[in-house]
């Protein structure tokens, strides 16, 4: 017998008003697997990770670990274990960083707070180095570092990252799927990341989707996406 997926995703649909976005998803996420969502502008990646979170109206069979997310508010997600950075990063500007962390890090009843944040300056120098500064203050790259490690401040066993390249310099770019695929090796840690630079997405990743107008139009191991001819041509530029 194999052993149930973390997260499963099972004919959705979902969109905003009269407005359809999704057209029977099928997504299932192994625990411990990076699940890379390609596509292009307007395909559905980012109303599929909302669907998840609870932020858009969805129907179909959504579970995760076993439990039906359909219905239930953001927060009860959240407490689950599923954590989503969204596009733009999402950080509190006008607070420290040290308070975005604690942000994270609310819903624990745990005396682990002050543990994990030691553990996510080492991880994160450049926070450490401005913990009393304003987040808004930051450049892209640090604001996108502190996003991720506030969502990893509540222990998810799930991250949902929407674009977490978006107005990054390369290097930067390179730094955080190094810093992701370090979390999945070290930690266990399961991502589903959607993401425009398919070739550093994929170079993490373990299984992939292309989605097409709301459709999952392809699907396989990251190795066969990319010897795939099409998702080479439209996503991996050769």
């Known amino acids: 017998m194999t052993e149930r997926p973390l997260l499963e995703l099972r004919a ?9 976005v999704l057209r029977g998803v099928d997504v299932t996420v192994e625990e411990g697997k990076v699940v890379v969502i390609l596509g292009a502008n307007g395909a559905g990646k980012t109303t599929t990770l909302r669907a998840i979170c609870g932020m858009v109206k969805a129907h179909g069979e959504l579970r995760f670990d076993g439990q039906s997310l359909v219905g239930k508010p953001t ?15 999402g950080t509190f500007a006008d607070l420290t960083v040290e308070d975005n962390l604690r942000l994270g890090a609310t819903a624990r009843r745990d005396n682990g707070i002050e543990a994990d944040l030691a553990r996510w300056y080492d991880a994160f120098p450049r926070l450490r180095d401005r913990r009393k500064q304003t987040a808004g203050s930051m450049s892209g790259g640090e604001q996108q570092m502190l996003a991720l490690a506030r969502a990893m401040m509540a222990r998810p ?5 929407d674009e977490p390249s978006l107005g990054l310099a390369p290097l930067v770019t390179r730094e955080l799927f190094a810093r992701l695929g370090e979390l999945n090796t070290e930690e266990g840690l399961t991502v589903v990341v959607v993401e425009q630079n398919a070739n550093l997405a994929l170079d993490i990743g373990h299984w992939g989707y292309v989605l097409e107008t709301g459709r999952i139009a392809v699907q396989g191991s990251a190795a066969e996406l990319r010897e795939n001819e099409a998702v080479r041509q439209a996503y991996l530029g050769f």
């Open 12 to 20: 959705v649909e979902g969109g905003y008003g009269q407005v359809q």
């Open 75 to 89: 927060q009860a997600i959240a407490r689950m274990g599923i954590a989503h950075v969204p596009q733009g990063r």
């Open 157 to 161: 066993r799930l991250l949902l990252l």
